[in-house]
């Protein structure tokens, strides 16, 4: 009898009221960075220890930087290896983050140089930086005469691009609710556009013709709203000729006004009109101005800040004065007067005509020429500049996993030198025009 009772408890299940769930996520947040060295040759020699770094980068709310030693970080290596780490830049206790450090192969054959935590089993997890200035690399990255003879150097450059994973930990508690799917309306909207229904005007911009909606227009233009409904305007307006703008360009125009988005070049351009794209989004910065499109400009303004080099960098210079952008205006001059730049760009067509129609502008390039200038004897990180490389050196007795980048100086005889000749330079130019 005992038996039979013991087994009857055994199938008993208790009342449940209720039960509740949670889990711990951890995943990573990944951001890439290519990093150009133009000049190798004339890098080498700087010393064991001595380094060129790449402009800091932002993944996953920390500061990244890439560090190549053309001489090896160890004085025992011989100058053997180049030596390659990323560097966490700044402040941060214990970031956990996975990386991937690529070499370019140039002759586009695909055989690059990789040496990557990520697609591969973590043994022991994660690599952890303890705090700023801490690194993850590889003292023998490269043998240095086998570099040499390869196909990832050319023109006397190499091509490095450097992907960081910043490991994040989030809680999810017990809740009940609905999904929301993010909000579609800019995509309703478009849709609007492509299908044309209700569309009561016709912009003719040349060869073209493109139907919109007054109402759409004029709740994302004060240009738009004053032409249909201010005092001066007419609702009953059925078309409008458009002068001075490509179709390519007011077509991209509308279909930021009712997306919300910067367009890809390939939705507004055909083959018979091609261009780059910083040249089609300085045509855009042009007419977001032109119809006081507030953010589309200031989205302009913030890809041509990628897009600069020292081919566009004067014409892009001339756009933000013309149009008001004093955010890119600043950031060109700063380019322009990096040393590194300052005599390809003035050798350039695009500066000729900048002097020539603006000649006021030289003066401000010449101020910020001189910022830079004493701000580089204070503090050598976060210049900005694609081409620009520093020999520095790294405080002495740092360990490989922990090196503090603030304990750095200038290589013996090198930008100072090199600034002053510079600075002379400029003025020269700028008297000349006077």
């Known amino acids: 009898m005992a038996e039979l009772e013991e087994d009857r408890m055994g199938d008993f299940k208790p009342f449940s009221e209720g039960s509740s769930c949670s889990r ?17 040759s004339l890098a080498k020699g700087m010393g064991a220890g001595k380094y060129i770094m790449s402009d800091s980068f932002s993944v996953g709310g920390y500061d990244w930087a ?5 001489d ?22 214990d970031v956990r983050a996975l990386f991937k450090l690529t070499l370019v192969d140039q002759s586009e054959k695909g055989n690059d ?74 995509r309703n909207f478009k849709d609007l556009l492509d299908s044309e229904v209700g569309c009561d005007i016709v912009f003719k911009v040349k060869s073209e013709s493109f139907k919109a909606h007054k109402l759409i227009l004029a709740a994302r233009s004060p240009v738009f709203r004053a032409q249909f409904f201010g005092l ?14 490509e179709p390519f360009i007011f077509k991209a125009m509308l279909l930021f006004i009712y997306s919300d988005k910067l367009p890809d070049i390939y939705e507004v351009m055909d083959s018979m009109n091609v261009c780059s794209y910083a040249v089609m989004v300085q045509h855009l910065l042009a007419a977001a101005d032109l119809y006081n ?23 892009t210079l001339a756009l933000a ?37 603006c000649p006021a502008m030289l003066l401000e390039l010449l101020e910020t020429f001189a910022s830079v200038d004493d701000n580089s004897s204070l503090t050598l990180s976060r210049k900005r500049s694609g081409s620009s490389i520093y020999a520095q050196d790294l405080a002495d007795g740092a360990a490989t996993e922990s090196v503090n980048p603030n304990g750095r100086i200038w290589s013996e005889g ?13 003025c020269s130019v700028y008297d000349s025009i006077w």
């Open 66 to 70: 890439i560090y190549f030693y053309p």
């Open 414 to 426: 090198s930008v100072p030198d090199l600034n002053h000749r510079v600075y002379v330079y400029v």
């Open 24 to 40: 711990s996520i951890s995943e990573t947040v990944n951001g890439s960075h290519q990093f150009t060295i133009k000049g190798y």
């Open 72 to 93: 090896g970080k160890n004085p025992e290596d011989n100058s053997m290896y180049v030596s390659v780490f990323i560097a966490l830049a700044s402040d941060g206790t």
């Open 321 to 357: 004065e013309q149009h008001n952008c004093p955010q890119l205006k600043a950031i060109c001059l700063k380019f322009i007067a990096n040393p590194a730049n300052l005599g390809a760009v003035m050798q350039s067509e695009a500066f000729v005509h900048l002097k020539e129609s």
């Open 232 to 245: 001066v305007g007419d609702p009953s307006l059925e078309e409008v000729v458009v002068e001075d703008i």
């Open 113 to 186: 140089k990789v040496h990557s935590h990520f697609d591969r089993p973590l043994d022991g997890g994660p690599y952890t930086l303890k705090y700023r200035g801490s690194m993850w690399g590889y003292k023998r990255f490269f043998r240095r005469n086998l570099l040499e003879s390869s196909e990832y150097l050319k023109d006397d450059c190499l091509v490095m691009h450097c992907t960081v994973g910043v490991v994040k930990t989030r809680f999810e508690g017990s809740k009940q609710g609905v999904t929301v799917p993010q909000s579609d309306m800019g």
């Open 293 to 315: 499109l507030d953010r589309l400009k200031l989205l302009c303004e913030s890809k041509l800040c990628e897009e600069i080099n020292t081919d566009n960098v004067a014409t």
